[in-house]
Each structure stands twice: as C-alpha cells, then as structure tokens.
C-alpha cells in the first residue's frame, strides 16, 4: 500500500480555486449531535450563486469545519449558522471572526468551557486563518529580525532567545541582554501606562517596533555592564536553524548531561540534520542523562516530533506503539466529500491524490517507535513554560510511558489536538482535526504539563530570562544539573517583583507573554507519510 506525503503541488491549488466556488455539496452525518448541536442534513451551494467570492470563502470555512472539525459534530447547520454574517476590517479578519465564532460552540464537559476558549488577544486558541506565513516558517524560511523580547519584570525587558544567522545574531544580540531603549525611547517599562489592563501603551509599542517595523534601533545591557548599540537593523531573509544550543555537563559520578534547546518543530529537511549533529555529539560524550529545552517551543510539523522521540527514547522501545490518531466519525468512515478538493502530490512523483482518498482510521494511524542514533539515556528531562505548545506536548507525552520523563518549568500552553492545512482560495484554514493518546492511553491535556504534580514529577520554577542558553547558574537548567548531582531539585526562584507596591503576577506575565508573541504559531501539522484507503 503506498505512503503519500501532503504536500499541495501549484497547478492543484490553481484548479481547488477554481473548482470551490462551482458547486458545493455537502453531505453531513446523520446521527444526533453532541452537546445540543443541529448539523445535519444536505447544504448546495450553487455555481449560480450571487454572492461574492468573499461569500464563497466564508461558506467553505464553515462547511470544511462542518466535515472536518474535530468536534463537528456540535456545530449548527449552514442556515443557523450564517457563515455570510462576520464581517471585518479586511477579509482576513473577517474569516477569523468567523472561526473564531466556530471554535466557541464545542464545550469540554471536563472544564463546562469552550475547548477553544478564547485567549488573551481574542482570538481562539487553537484554530486560525493564514495566507502561507505558517508553511513558510516550518520549511524553515524567516524573515524577520531573528530575535523575540520577553518582559522578566515589569520595568525589565530582555532578549529571550535569537536565531543563529539572523539580523539580530549577526549583530551580536544574545538571549540574557537587557533591551533599555527602542528607537531613541527609553520609556519602556510595562507599568507605564495601563498596567493590569492590557492597553499598555509601552508594550503595543515594543510590540510595533519589532514585529511591524523593518527596521530598528536599540540599545542593551549586557550581563559584564557594558552596552551594545544596535542602529538601524533591517529585517532580512534567513534559513532557520531551530536548534539555539546544545552542550554537556559532567556533574561527576559518571553522570553526564546533554542540553540542548530546540525552538521549533520546523519541515524534516530543516530540523533533522540539525538534531542529527546534536545528538550524536551527545552520544560521543557519553551523555547519560538528557535535557530538552522547549521553553518558547510552539510546536510545529508532526514528523519532526515523532523524529526526535525516536532520537531520545531507549532502543528496546523500537517497534512498540508510540500513539494513536484519532480523526472524527466522518473521516474515519471515509465520507470526507469536500477533502477531495484537496490535492496533494507524492514526493517525487508526478502521482496526485486528494485527502478523501487516505485512510483516517485508527488503526491506518497508529505510529510505532524506531529508534534512531546511538544515544542510551533512560531519563530525560523536559525544560517548559507557557509557551511550550502542541508539537512540544506530542513529544513530551509520547516519551512518558517510556523512560524516566521529568519537567522543568511552568505550566504549559495545553494543546492536545492537531491538524492539517485545508486551501480555500489564497489562504489556508487550520482547525483541529486529531487528537492524540501514547501508549498509555495517556492524551486530553488541555490544561498542559504542570511541572511538580503527581502526574507531571520534577520542579516548578520560573522562566530565567536573565542568563543565555547552557549557563548553568540559569534557573532551570540549574535545576536539572541539581537533580543528576544530588537527586533533589535547587532551590526555586524567588518570586518576581522590584516594583514597590505592585506585583506582576505569574497570570499576568503569561499574559504579556502571549501579547508579545502574537503572530507565533502554536500548533501542531500533520504533514507525514499518510496511507491511502484500501484498494486504492
């Protein structure tokens, strides 16, 4: 049975365009709805159809999401829903209105709230709207100017990490720097203006400055006391290496420690020879025990994360269950009748297939490991924060009925489910479609991983942001150097506040966390080797 990768070839793309605005016919399940939801029933569109092409786009999010969407099956019908409704500043934002209204109606019975519920910015938490950034980014392609701030205290805003090659490495930023001026304002202390009420005129502008701007001026504190000044940095093209570090620490008794930090899930030709070159430098150290560092890592493509599970767990779990898939009743039983206006070509080939022709099932998706390199480790310690998202949480989940599985941190983002780019005229809808479960049966973590519970063993701890990757006097990393050394976990970090009178609450600063990193993706991509269904 042949494999097929998912990857959208151009000429398939130009025909979908043209082809989604003919007719659209979708045939819906027939069983009664979860959670007091009405789909149901047949919707035509017809090629006749007065409305606009931005009509036509709003109907296909909707109807897409009527067949696809993993909890479709609590969705309203076309008519009730009216998808021609949401307007917007622009298409875009009115296609995200409208799936943002999508993501509100599945409730989790475990929590009575939206499985998406909405997050800081007002957007959902899972699902969004792109116009091709997304499948840029993942193949590994920037540009921008390689560095992101993160406020440590209120009136302290430091450089969290940055991208070798990039314009802000090529200027010597590191990650530790205190940024004390942008563009000539030194004012940039988020208490300033509207503190605790998310309008803060200083963060929209931090937020302008370095995610708006092609170019920028700053000047930083280093940790010896000098200043770096940085004129007229522009934005700039580079090629994306998502391993930021990687080093060993020998901590005596024959433990030896690899580190190393991994910042996305980006496409395999991207990722894997950079892990490659990790990890097998770890395995000619000798490295005993393992730390991950995916503090700020939003997740990425689904092939990546089972890539560096199979790096890191033992080698005697080669060939046993790594996790299960598992897509709604309408994919399963093969009635995906708008996935057939997707198309997707074989690597290599000139063999087109579309994704009503692969096999959804449970069984059709199970994934086993296979282990990859020579690194033996039985522990392996994972350094998370609230940034720590989907991919990130695949990989972590699907170690931890393996080996020895320790966290290290703050609570992560909780993204369980995943899903697959779905082209509707020039932008690409993603929406959860999969969830997952390892081994264990163990999955549903919309919650995330809280370091130092009964179900998630090992310390919870702030993020450091005020030493660079691999010092070991950071805080969590000095954490897991604490543990291999004496088995018990350093002394946590003071809680934060200098500002007399006022503290920036652990809530709050996710909050600004999330502001900051508007534009990041979170999510998780299923773009690995698919089966196709039986008998084709």
Request: net charge neutral.
């Amino acid at each position: 049975m042949p494999e097929i990768k998912l990857f959208l070839t151009d000429m398939k793309k130009i025909i979908y365009a043209l082809l989604i605005f003919t007719t659209v016919v979708f045939a819906a399940c027939k069983k009664t709805p979860k959670n007091g939801g009405t789909n149901g029933g047949t919707t035509t569109i017809s090629a006749n159809d007065p409305g606009t092409t931005l009509d036509k786009i709003k109907d296909s999010v909707f109807l897409y999401a009527q067949e696809d969407y993993l909890w479709f099956n609590s969705l309203p019908s076309y008519a009730n829903f009216k998808p021609r409704t949401f307007t917007g500043a622009d298409d875009k934002t009115a296609l995200t209105k409208e799936l943002n209204a999508i993501s509100q109606i599945a409730i989790n019975p475990a929590t009575g709230q939206p499985y998406e519920y909405y997050d800081s910015q007002g957007d959902a938490k899972y699902s969004f709207i792109d116009n091709g950034q997304v499948s840029s980014e993942l193949n590994g392609n920037r540009g921008d100017f390689g560095f992101a701030p993160l406020y440590n205290q209120i009136n302290d805003l430091r450089i969290k990490y940055v991208y070798p090659g990039s314009p802000a490495d090529l200027a010597g930023i590191k990650r530790g720097y205190q940024i004390t001026s942008i563009n000539g304002n030194s004012n940039l202390s988020y208490d300033a203006q509207g503190y605790g009420t998310g309008t803060s005129t200083n963060l929209n502008f931090v937020i302008n400055a370095y995610s708006n701007s092609n170019t920028i001026s700053m000047t930083l504190l280093k940790p010896d006391g000098t200043t770096l000044t940085v004129t007229n940095m522009s934005v700039a093209n580079y090629s994306v290496n998502p391993v930021l570090k990687y080093t060993t620490f020998n901590e005596g008794n024959g433990h030896i420690v690899g580190y190393i930090v991994f910042n996305s899930f980006t496409s395999d030709a991207n990722a894997d020879p950079q892990l490659d070159a990790a990890f097998t430098y770890f395995a000619n150290q000798g490295v005993t025990d393992l730390a991950v560092d995916l503090r700020y890592n939003g997740g990425g493509y689904v092939s990546t994360a089972e890539y560096l599970d199979n790096l890191i767990v033992p080698a005697g779990k080669t060939g046993t269950l790594m996790y299960n898939t598992y897509y709604n009743s309408t994919l399963q039983a093969g009635k995906a009748v708008l996935l057939k206006n997707q198309w997707r070509q074989i690597p290599g080939t000139t063999q087109d297939y579309n994704y009503g022709q692969f096999d959804y099932s449970v069984a059709g998706n199970a994934v086993n490991f296979s282990k990859k390199g020579t690194l033996a480790v039985n522990r392996v310690f994972f350094i998370i924060t609230g940034s720590t998202a989907s991919a990130s949480e695949l990989t972590i989940n699907n170690l931890r009925p393996e080996m020895d599985v320790q966290f290290i941190g703050e609570q992560s983002y909780g993204k369980p489910v995943g899903f697959f780019d779905i082209d509707i005229n020039v932008y690409q809808m993603y929406t959860p479609e999969f969830y997952t479960q390892n081994s264990a049966g163990q999955g549903g973590y919309y919650s995330g991983f809280t370091p130092g519970t009964t179900s998630y063993p090992g310390v919870g701890d702030y993020d450091d942001v005020t030493k660079d990757f691999g010092d070991p006097a950071e805080g969590l990393l000095a954490h897991v150097l604490s543990y291999v050394k004496t088995g018990t976990y350093a002394v946590k970090t003071p809680i934060i506040q200098s500002v007399p009178g006022k503290t920036f609450a652990l809530q709050s600063k996710k909050e600004v966390s999330k502001a900051l990193d508007a534009g990041k993706f979170n999510g998780m991509v299923m773009n690995k080797a698919l089966k196709l269904k039986k008998g084709l």
